[in-house]
């Protein structure tokens, strides 16, 4: 299935996890990607997994806290790319405590890195997206935003802005061809679900209803609980894609049926 076939995509966090798996999906449908990410490292070993597609793929280094970086690799990208059809906001952190002991500083760091981040990248790709008449805006939310997450108020609190943001941008640009969508994992394994960062007290008792219904082989690993990045990487190609035409201004939750 080609579906992006002369398509041009921008990934952010495409180094690891959801970010490296939607870039690799782009590939293999016929995308040429940019994927950007704070972390080299990370994206060299995305670009040694993009046998046969490397023609295609190029990697940006970028702080998405920080407007200069964000500007430098965004135009970047769209130079390099000769334009911009979709723009998947995969990069972001997570970081865990009790809300009582959380610092001002940790909390402007997740702000800026998962909410500030998306909106200085967006505001930077709008242009090029807009340019096109059929742009497609893929945000990342997370099942934090609308279900209790214990320990994980900073981190909700950017994700419920990132959904608000994300359903202003499609009212505001719709008529000009522009789609802005959200996907919300919930139970996926990555990077940031690895290590959390839980507190040394943490009440496991809070977490014993966040585990996915679907289980087993082709679902969420039974000891785990945990599904793969490619579980949502399926569903960002489909919604940035032309199947995806008739969708914005909302959010897909992807999580196994854990909230159900």
Not at 68 to 80: C, E, F, I, L, Y
Not at 100 to 127: D, K, M, Q, S, Y
Not at 193 to 207: K, Q, S
């Amino acid at each position: 299935m080609q579906r992006f076939e002369g398509w041009r995509a921008l990934v952010t966090g495409g180094g690891s996890g959801i970010g490296r798996a939607t870039a690799l999906r782009l590939l293999r449908e016929g995308a040429a990607v940019v994927a950007a990410d704070v972390s080299e490292p990370g994206l060299k070993e995305t670009a040694a997994l993009a046998a046969g597609h490397a023609d295609r793929l190029t990697t940006a280094v970028v702080d998405i806290a920080d407007e200069a970086s964000v500007r430098n690799a965004v135009g970047g990208a769209t130079a390099h790319l000769g334009g911009l059809d979709v723009l998947v906001n995969a990069a972001g952190i997570l970081r865990s405590a009790h809300t009582h002991a959380t610092t001002l500083e940790l909390w402007n760091t997740i702000l800026g890195i998962n909410l500030t981040g998306t909106f200085l990248v967006t505001r930077e790709a709008l242009p090029a997206l807009l340019a096109t008449g059929k742009g497609v805006v893929v945000n990342f939310s997370s099942t934090a935003a609308s279900f209790a997450h214990p320990y994980m108020a900073a981190y909700a609190a950017t994700k419920g802005g990132i959904q608000s943001f994300t359903h202003a941008i499609a009212a505001e640009y719709a008529k000009q061809g522009l789609r802005a969508v959200c996907v919300a994992p919930g139970s996926i394994a990555s990077g940031m679900t690895g290590n959390p960062g839980l507190p040394e007290d943490t009440d496991w008792d809070l977490y014993a209803k966040l585990r996915p219904a679907l289980v087993g082989e082709g679902f969420a690993d039974p000891e785990t609980g945990f599904a793969g990045p490619e579980a949502v990487a399926g569903v960002v190609a489909m919604l940035a894609s032309q199947d995806g035409a008739f969708i914005t201004g909302t959010e897909i939750r992807i999580d196994g049926g854990t909230h159900m």
